[in-house]
């Protein structure tokens, strides 16, 4: 049930770095270790690679939809969940870059981060939820839990953009200073940032115990994005 949803947004993610990595937005040379996109093939490239692999992911799901008809309306709330998703990732990164070198407000710093990563992994939990036929509330309980780990992940990726190891990273670190990014480290520090993380983590966990076995994936979930080194 999941697996066309699954690769459709993986497919969103990889499209994402992508772009992500272009001159005219982060202008990195290096993600997990490699040249990006636009340096080892060339701008023009990279964009039509990433708006190949977007569109691609639409048509994977519509497949699905067609060919697989069953439970056709939980399938359409969670293509829903899909492009929502990839819509409010779209608006964080407008967020990012517009506020590149100058202050944030602490309301528009969170807004940023809970698009730009976070709406593909309260998107991606949603959906796994709803193909699931979970209840109502279920899908509120594990949205709050999402946003949470959402949150968590972008405020480590501060993190380790400030101290993490470039070659375990396996792309600069300290690049976001460099280009006055509007970061949780940047905005409150280090030791408050890791605080928040830390408290993100905990909430999520809390969430994630409270289905027993069932939650066990989810909770050590949480506990690896707090505790990862790249």
């Given at each position: 049930k999941?697996?066309?949803?699954?690769?459709?947004?993986?497919?969103?993610?990889?499209?994402?770095?992508?772009?992500?990595?272009?001159?005219?937005?982060?202008?990195?040379?290096y993600?997990?270790?490699?040249?990006?996109n636009h340096k080892k093939y060339n701008e023009a490239t990279a964009i039509l690679a990433g708006d190949s692999l977007?569109?691609?992911?639409?048509?994977?799901?519509?497949?699905?939809?067609?060919?697989n008809g069953d439970?056709?309306?939980?399938?359409?709330?969670?293509?829903k969940e899909f492009s929502c998703g990839i819509d409010r990732m779209i608006a964080g990164e407008y967020v990012d870059t517009e506020y590149e070198g100058k202050e944030i407000s602490s309301q528009y710093l969170e807004y940023?981060?809970?698009?730009?990563?976070?709406?593909?992994?309260?998107?991606?939990?949603?959906?796994?939820?709803?193909?699931?036929?979970?209840?109502?509330?279920d899908i509120e309980k594990l949205t709050v839990y999402a946003e949470k780990i959402g949150l968590?992940?972008?405020?480590k990726d501060d993190i380790l953009s400030e101290i993490g190891d470039a070659k375990e990273l396996?792309?600069?670190?300290?690049?976001?200073?460099?280009?006055?990014?509007?970061t949780y480290?940047?905005?409150?520090?280090?030791?408050?940032?890791?605080?928040?993380?830390?408290?993100?983590?905990?909430?999520?966990v809390e969430i994630a115990k409270t289905y027993n076995e069932k939650g066990e994936f989810l909770k050590n979930l949480a506990i690896y994005i707090e505790t990862r080194n790249k």
């Open positions: 999941t697996f066309p949803f699954a690769i459709a947004m993986e497919m969103v993610h990889t499209f994402s770095l992508i772009h992500d990595d272009l001159p005219g937005i982060d202008n990195d040379d993600r997990r270790g490699k040249l990006t977007l569109n691609y992911a639409y048509n994977l799901i519509i497949n699905d939809i067609i060919n439970n056709e309306n939980k399938k359409l709330r969670a293509f940023m981060h809970e698009n730009k990563t976070g709406a593909l992994i309260k998107a991606s939990v949603r959906i796994g939820a709803i193909l699931a036929n979970a209840s109502d509330d968590a992940f972008q405020i396996g792309k600069p670190v300290g690049n976001d200073k460099a280009r006055g990014k509007c480290v940047t905005k409150y520090g280090l030791d408050a940032a890791q605080k928040m993380l830390e408290q993100l983590t905990n909430e999520a």
